[in-house]
C-alpha cells in the first residue's frame, strides 16, 4: 500500500512533474455525497487523495473546513466511515494512494494499534495528523510502517533547517509543506517568496515536497507544481461542493480536478 505512494512520489521528483492531491471531508454534505466527491477526484487526474475525518476541535483548519466538519459530524458521521470510503473505493477499483487526514485525539481514543488495522484492512495508505509533533511520532510511526501505511511529517515556513533535515530523514513519501502561517484557507495570492523557498527546498531535501494551505485554483496549483512535487487544494474545493447541488458533487469535482491536472502538466 504505502509502497504505491513512495514510487508514485518518487517518479514526480524525477519527472519534474507535479501531482495533485486534493481533500474531501468525509461525510459532506452526505457520504455519498464525499463518496462521488472522491471518485470525480480520482475520475479526473488526482494522483492521490487526502480524506479528512471530520473532528469537534480541527485546530489546523479555517473557517470553511470547520464549517463542513461540523456539518458532517452533526449529520451523525463518525471516524469509521473513513474506513468505509477508503473500502467503497477499493471495491469500485481505485488504486491510487488514499491519506486519512486526523487528529491525534481521535487516534489515541481508538488507539494506534486499531487504527492502523482498521487502515490497512481498508486499503489505505497511510496518515496525516496535523497535531502529532515529529518528537513524538516515533512510536506512531512505528505501529503504522508495520502495516505497510506512511505517516506524513509536517513542515513549515516557521521550521527551522535543523527540524526540517529531521523531517527529511524520516524515509516518508513526501513532506507537506504548511505554505503559510495560520490555518486552512483559500486566498486570493501565493504566500510572498513561496515560490523561491520550494525550489530551494526541493533541491536540498531527498524527499519530494507536497504543498498545503493556501492553494485556490488551478493556476495557483501550476506554479507551485512547478517547483513542487505535489499540491493539495482543500478549502477553496469544499467551498465549491458547498455551492453545488449534491446530484452534481461528482461531476462538478471531475471537472475541477481535470482543470488543475492540466495545470501540473
Not at 455519498?32 to 487523495?49: C, F, I, Q, T, Y
Request: proline residues 6%.
Amino acid at each position: 500500500m504505502s509502497q504505491h505512494l513512495h514510487q508514485l512520489m518518487a517518479d514526480a521528483r524525477r519527472n519534474k512533474k507535479g501531482l495533485f492531491l486534493p481533500y474531501f471531508c468525509v461525510g459532506y454534505p452526505t457520504f455519498e455525497a464525499s463518496l462521488a466527491a472522491a471518485e470525480g477526484a480520482l475520475k479526473g487526474g488526482a494522483a492521490a487523495l487526502e480524506l479528512g475525518v471530520p473532528f469537534s476541535d480541527p485546530i489546523s483548519d479555517g473557517p470553511t473546513l470547520q464549517k463542513a466538519t461540523q456539518y458532517s459530524l452533526d449529520h451523525g458521521t463518525h471516524f469509521l466511515d473513513v474506513f468505509r470510503l477508503i473500502k467503497a473505493l477499493r471495491l469500485k477499483g481505485y488504486q491510487q494512494p488514499l491519506l486519512v487526514m486526523t487528529y491525534l485525539n481521535m487516534i489515541e481514543q481508538m488507539t494506534w494499534e486499531k487504527f492502523a488495522y482498521n487502515l490497512a484492512v481498508a486499503g489505505g495508505d497511510g496518515a496525516i495528523v496535523p497535531d502529532l509533533p515529529l518528537e513524538e511520532s516515533v512510536g506512531p510511526k512505528k505501529v503504522l510502517n508495520q502495516k505497510g501505511l506512511s505517516l506524513i511529517p509536517f513542515i513549515a515556513p516557521t521550521s527551522s533547517p535543523q527540524r526540517v533535515k529531521k523531517a527529511d530523514a524520516q524515509g516518508a513519501p513526501f513532506l507537506y509543506y504548511v505554505s503559510v502561517t495560520g490555518v486552512t484557507g483559500a486566498r486570493k495570492s501565493l504566500a510572498p517568496g513561496l515560490l523561491k523557498t520550494l525550489a530551494d527546498l526541493r533541491k536540498r531535501l531527498k524527499t519530494p515536497i507536497v504543498v498545503g494551505f493556501g492553494i485556490s485554483n488551478p493556476k495557483q496549483a501550476g506554479q507551485v507544481g512547478q517547483v513542487a512535487d505535489g499540491v493539495i487544494i482543500a478549502s477553496a474545493l469544499v467551498k465549491k461542493i458547498e455551492t453545488w447541488k449534491v446530484s452534481q458533487i461528482g461531476k462538478n469535482v471531475e471537472s475541477f480536478c481535470r482543470q488543475v491536472v492540466g495545470k501540473l502538466k
